[in-house]
């Protein structure tokens, strides 16, 4: 055999660590310049790191889960010459449309955020490979094009399936080949598949088209641009709420004991802070172990009961909303969880953090407490199946039988996908959340 070349991650700008989430090739496989050996994907964007030349795949040098940097080795590739063949002919399909859509672009620059646009990069030096295939949060956008790959996009060309008409079922959207077999199945079956956008009738938002209004006919205007985290947590909010049916149950909890417990372990370590949220995470824990269909996720006729309990947590930063994820929640004791969720909260402001991060959740809590309100409707963190609101807590009289007494009373909003959960089994929860928050001798049975 000849001598075998290295296919390494080209520039990616300032992107470090990300994910493979899919490979594009197997040894063996014939692959032409510029095809795409594997997929990353950051929390900015999804893109291929392409074959720098015709040749032989023989080894792939990672799997998914890997995180990558620029200049990883992605595959050894036994160039097309020595070979000792042409290079593979493109399919046709390919040739109609040699360069996925949509176009690459180009190296983000290090700060301007978010719709920076800077110059072509160069290829790092020793890497004769073509800039990385980037799509990125636009393409999620009401309006744009479908969020695929450029190789889940040649297989529905193949199949003759319009990829508008796919729902994404992978983070922000993204279509993946699995929902392609889906969708072509569904409707091989006759059924109606789970459509993603409007138009054509049947199961889609037939919506009409979004109000253009010229606001500065009525007074002065200025225009800012989103930030990226506003247009990729945007378009998953938008798909979450169209598509899971959502009905919100409201409780009250009576922390009075707790918040005495809590003031006092502040005291004792006052080197972390102890607020609220740590003991709903301990709660929301046992509330999943009791109710298991909350620990759960859809995926076809088929629901995912998972067994670890990794709670993600949405935080409020400047440039929008994040929810970094908590893990094994249930092994970790309330000064442990207090400490992490200090760090993951600074990590999200300071934006440092990295996609794997906010991945692997179960259920959400999302905290309005800190700033105020009575209730709010959440919206789901598909594919969770539920996430918890926590508002401001107030002391409120509450009547014990024999007079009104002086209670903190924390307001619990529970929104709930309905096609997994039933009102009833939402009131259980949400009533055993409440009984622990009120008693956490509870959480030791
Ligand atoms: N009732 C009353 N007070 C509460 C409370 C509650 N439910 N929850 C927190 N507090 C208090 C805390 O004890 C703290 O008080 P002190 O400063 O006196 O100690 C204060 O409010 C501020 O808390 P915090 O917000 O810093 O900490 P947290 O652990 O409650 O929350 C975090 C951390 C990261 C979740 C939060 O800062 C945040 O970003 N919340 C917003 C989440 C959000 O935007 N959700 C909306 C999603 S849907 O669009």
């Known amino acids: ?84 063949e042409p290079a593979p002919a493109p399919k046709a399909e390919a040739k109609a449309e040699p360069k996925p859509e949509p176009k690459p672009e180009p190296k983000p620059e290090p700060k301007p955020e978010p719709a920076a646009r800077p110059a072509a990069p160069a290829a790092p030096a020793g890497n004769p490979s073509s800039p990385p295939v980037r799509f990125d949060a636009e393409a999620l956008m009401p309006g744009k094009v479908p969020y695929a790959s450029p190789a889940v996009r040649l297989f529905a060309r193949e199949l003759g399936v319009d990829l508008a008409q796919v729902a994404g079922s992978a983070r922000a959207g993204r279509i993946t080949r699995e929902d392609v077999q889906g969708f072509v199945k569904q409707v091989m079956a006759g059924g109606a598949a789970p459509r993603a956008g409007g138009g054509g009738g049947g199961g889609g938002l037939d919506l009409i088209p979004w109000p253009k209004v010229d606001f500065s006919k009525f007074g002065g205007i200025e225009r800012q641009p989103l930030s990226r985290i506003q247009k990729l947590s945007g378009a998953n909010l938008a798909r979450n709420w169209a ?10 909890a009576d922390i009075t004991e707790m918040e005495a417990f809590r003031k006092k372990l502040g005291e004792e370590n006052k080197d972390v802070k102890v607020t609220p949220l740590v003991f709903l995470i301990k709660a929301a824990v046992a509330a999943l172990k009791k109710y298991p269909a909350f620990n759960a996720s859809l995926d076809g006729d088929e629901l995912v009961l998972k067994q670890y309990f990794n709670i993600g947590i949405a935080v409020d930063t400047p440039d929008g909303l994040v929810v970094p994820v908590i893990r094994d929640a249930d092994r970790k004791g309330l000064l442990e969880l207090a400490r992490e969720l200090g760090e993951v909260s600074a990590k999200a402001r300071d934006k440092k953090l990295t996609s794997a ?67 009833a089994a939402a009131a259980r929860f949400t009533s055993y959340l409440a009984q622990v928050l009120g008693d956490l001798r509870r959480l030791l049975l």
């Not at 496989?29 to 990353?40: I, N, P, S, Y």
């Not at 598509?243 to 009250?252: A, G, K, L, R, S």
């Not at 407490?369 to 919206?379: C, S």
Request: aromatic content about 4%.
């Open 1 to 84: 055999m000849a001598e075998l070349k290295e296919a390494r991650v080209p520039d990616i700008g300032n992107d470090k660590d990300v994910p493979v989430i899919e490979l594009l090739v197997q040894p063996g496989d014939k692959v032409r310049k510029d095809q795409g050996l594997v997929t990353l994907e950051s929390d900015k964007a999804t893109m291929e790191v392409p074959a720098p030349f015709d040749g032989i795949v023989r080894e792939l040098k990672v799997k998914v889960g890997d995180e990558l940097s620029e200049g990883s080795v992605v595959a050894l590739i036994e160039p097309a010459a020595a070979a000792g």
């Open 243 to 252: 598509m899971i049916p959502h009905v919100t149950q409201f409780d009250d």
């Open 357 to 423: 991060d906010m991945q692997g959740g179960c259920f959400s809590i999302s905290s309005l407490g800190g700033i105020g309100g009575t209730a709010f409707t959440p919206i789901i963190n598909a594919p969770e199946v539920a996430i918890l609101g926590v508002s401001r807590s107030a002391m409120k009289p509450v009547w014990n039988g024999r007079e009104f007494a002086p209670r903190l009373v924390l307001p619990l909003s529970l929104s709930y996908d309905h096609r997994v959960i039933d009102g």
